[in-house]
């Protein structure tokens, strides 16, 4: 039987979210900011040449600056403010995650609750801003050493040059880190997850555009062309339902006796899903994938080749190559199971089911509830890692078979399309609970009791007299 939560969310109408008067504060505070991000990724950086640099940017595109440049909504093939985008709070993030369950203080400090949570999360600004001074000095000294067929790409290089890129760049990344707390706190939706899709969002009309473009030219078929289109369908609605998927173990609880009264033992259910990993797998594997094309391009400057090497091996990891494609199945799968078991400790688990009176039928409390939650656990991370690869391998087929343009891949490829849906699916809940909220607030205003309303009052003071 549904519960009344439930049958709220089904009864969800334009008319409650009319009147949901916080929940539109909410929604045009983040579109708001939202805005003010898509402003920042057109003004570029002080002292460069955009001209030159755009140039520079199109013989690199397909390493893992055209990467970077998706997620962050052109912002590096601009060379803006925010080309960093976000990627160093995240890295900061993975790299706290993966630290707090190796160091014992950093473990211990997350289950002190949210006074630890809070001190964890000042560590991760830290190590934010340590990451983004090393990528923005990177960056101010790589282009420095740039130049272009229309000319130098710095206009003035020196110390003062690297300086202001560190700051501008070092800056852009914490204001956006600032940008998407508030968005948490006072908009709908992750901050941070929405930064990242607005990014993937805002190259998408472009990549159509071209695929469409394609289409008119001849170069691509009508045919492939509506097949392509049916395909990226058909993986956002499996999408939609792998990341919905749950495996549950039943967990019951014994009957216990609070003072003279005896209650009932109750059930529940442990939900585990079949992607506890989320998009990590993805975005570490293309990364190692896109570092030999990197160093290659960069290692390749005016009138100097790359070593022999280093270019056997960029052709054989290139899109579409045979053992590109092993090599990226194999990467994910590894990433899967490592984050999943990151993420999640079954041992952990089983012992806070016993602190609190639970267990699973059939397996004793302690080591054999932790091994059956394991073994369950390693099965759907396996299915979950074999979902995983088939999306991200769909763009690489694309690409390799049906004649689709590396950035259209990109843009509705595996990391994006999956960032794109879950970020979809967060909001909408979000704005769903919001609006049950509303109409719970609703009923209580209506309802009879005493104090609910007037009617409840002008009732109490009559049986008062």
């Given at each position: 039987m549904a519960s009344a939560a439930e049958q709220l969310a089904a009864n969800?109408?334009?008319?409650?979210?009319?009147?949901?008067?916080?929940?539109?504060?909410?929604?045009?505070?983040?579109?708001?900011?939202?805005?003010?991000?898509?402003?920042?990724?057109?003004?570029?950086?002080?002292?460069i040449d955009p001209a030159a640099f755009a140039e520079s940017f199109r013989s690199q595109s397909s390493g893992i600056l055209g990467q970077l440049n998706m997620f962050a909504g052109g912002a590096v093939e601009r060379m803006a403010i925010f080309a960093l985008n976000i990627m160093p709070y995240i890295s900061a993030s993975i790299i706290m995650q993966l630290m707090s369950s190796v160091d014992k203080r950093l473990e211990a400090l997350k289950k002190e609750g949210e006074q630890g949570r809070k001190t964890i999360n000042q560590y991760t600004r830290y190590l934010t801003v340590l990451l983004a001074s090393v990528q923005a000095y990177g960056?101010?000294?790589?282009?420095?050493?740039?130049?272009?067929?229309?000319?130098?790409?710095?206009?003035?290089?020196?110390?003062?040059?690297?300086?202001?890129?560190?700051?501008?760049?070092?800056?852009?990344?914490?204001?956006?880190?600032w940008l998407g707390e508030q968005i948490t706190a006072r908009g709908v939706g992750n901050g941070i997850s929405l930064i990242i899709f607005a990014g993937i969002v805002a190259a998408l009309p472009v990549a159509v555009a071209q695929l469409f473009?394609?289409?008119?030219?001849?170069?691509?078929?009508?045919?492939?062309?509506?097949?392509?289109?049916?395909?990226?369908?058909?993986?956002?609605?499996?999408?939609?339902?792998?990341?919905?998927?749950?495996?549950?173990?039943l967990v019951q609880y014994p009957k216990r006796q609070v003072g003279n009264r005896m209650f009932q033992g109750d059930s529940s259910h442990l939900p585990l899903k079949l992607n506890s990993a989320g998009v990590i797998p993805p975005i570490f594997?293309?990364?190692?994938?896109?570092?030999?094309?990197?160093?290659?391009?960069?290692?390749?400057?005016?009138?100097?080749?790359?070593?022999?090497?280093?270019?056997?091996?960029?052709?054989?990891?290139?899109?579409g190559q045979p053992l590109h494609m092993l090599v990226y199945v194999v990467l994910i799968m590894?990433?899967?199971?490592?984050?999943?078991?990151?993420?999640?400790n079954p041992q952990e688990t089983a012992d806070n089911l016993r602190k609190y009176g639970g267990f699973l039928p059939g397996y004793r409390p302690g080591e054999q509830t932790a091994k059956h939650i394991d073994y369950?656990?390693?099965?759907?991370?396996?299915?979950?890692?074999?979902?995983?690869?088939?999306?991200?391998?769909?763009?690489?087929?694309m690409i390799a078979n049906a004649g689709v343009p590396a950035s259209f891949g990109a843009v509705l490829g595996g990391t994006s399309l999956l960032i794109a849906v879950s970020v979809t699916m967060d909001t909408v809940a979000q704005v769903q609970s919001h609006l049950v909220a509303h109409q719970y607030e609703g009923l209580i205003q209506k309802s009879k009791l005493r104090g609910g309303g007037k009617s409840g009052s002008k009732s109490g003071s009559k049986k008062r007299k």
């Open positions: 969800l109408n334009f008319g409650a979210f009319a009147k949901a008067e916080e929940l539109k504060k909410r929604i045009w505070f983040t579109l708001g900011a939202l805005l003010i991000y898509r402003f920042g990724t057109f003004i570029p950086l002080p002292g960056i101010a000294v790589g282009l420095e050493g740039s130049t272009s067929s229309v000319g130098p790409i710095v206009i003035e290089p020196g110390w003062f040059f690297r300086l202001t890129t560190v700051i501008t760049l070092v800056g852009g990344t914490m204001f956006l880190m473009e394609l289409s008119a030219q001849g170069t691509l078929s009508a045919f492939v062309l509506i097949l392509l289109l049916l395909v990226m369908v058909f993986a956002i609605v499996v999408i939609v339902f792998m990341e919905r998927a749950q495996r549950r173990l594997a293309s990364s190692l994938l896109l570092l030999p094309i990197t160093v290659a391009q960069f290692s390749a400057g005016p009138g100097s080749t790359a070593p022999g090497w280093l270019q056997w091996v960029t052709a054989a990891l290139g899109y590894f990433f899967c199971f490592f984050y999943t078991a990151v993420v999640f369950v656990l390693t099965r759907i991370t396996a299915v979950g890692a074999i979902y995983l690869a088939a999306v991200c391998l769909l763009p690489e087929l």
